[in-house]
């Protein structure tokens, strides 16, 4: 049997730790017309998917495995569009290898790439009532996300969801090319 499936278009939500991405992509995914995956490294976290226990209490090198995990999940986004699935990712893009590495990888792929901003101080605020990150993290990522990337569309997080929703969904149908994931193959090449 022949399949004629359609390749997956992919929306890449990208922005530090606590800056509202997952609940961003959950409500975009409610109203966006045609159906997503949400999918995220959190999931495979929460999930169990990933030996969380044994990473905690170090009988499992996770800087040995993050290489890895990360790499897997990265080629996971490719898989799932190459099969006709739409995806709606939220990601920290925190090193510029990991961009470097999904403008190859996702080539072939209909990608609207947002950049999810978010002030400091509100980020360590939020950080700080989550019971799921290390203090730090939020600080971390806020200095280098957005460093080595361009995005097809920028967000405040700061912003109601829904007006942001609704601004993404206007904008990812008015996309047009060349996309940010395009203009930065280009540079790259």
């Known amino acids: 049997m022949t399949d004629h499936r359609e390749p997956g278009k992919i929306i890449l939500l990208n922005g530090a730790s606590s800056a509202g991405k997952s609940t961003l992509a959950r409500s975009l995914q409610q109203q966006v017309p045609e159906p997503f995956i949400h999918w995220s490294f959190d999931h495979l976290r929460e999930s169990n998917a990933l030996p969380m226990a044994r990473i905690r209490n170090g009988e499992l090198d996770w800087a040995r495995m993050r290489p890895a995990v990360f790499d897997g999940f990265h080629r996971s986004l490719s898989a799932f569009a190459k ?26 792929f209909d990608v609207f790439f947002v950049g999810v901003h978010c002030p400091l101080p509100e980020l360590e605020r939020r950080e700080r009532l989550r019971d ?13 996300v957005h460093r080595f990337t361009e995005y097809d569309l920028d967000v405040d997080a700061t912003q109601p969801t829904e007006d942001n929703v609704a601004r993404l969904i206007t904008a990812w149908k008015a996309r047009s090319r060349p996309t940010a994931f395009e203009r930065m193959a280009t540079k790259r090449s």
């Open 83 to 108: 099969a006709g699935n739409n995806l709606i990712v939220d990601h920290i893009i925190e090193q510029e290898q990991w961009m470097a590495d999904l403008v190859q990888r996702l080539a072939p």
């Open 132 to 144: 799921d990150r290390r203090p730090g993290e939020a600080r971390r990522d806020f200095h280098s």
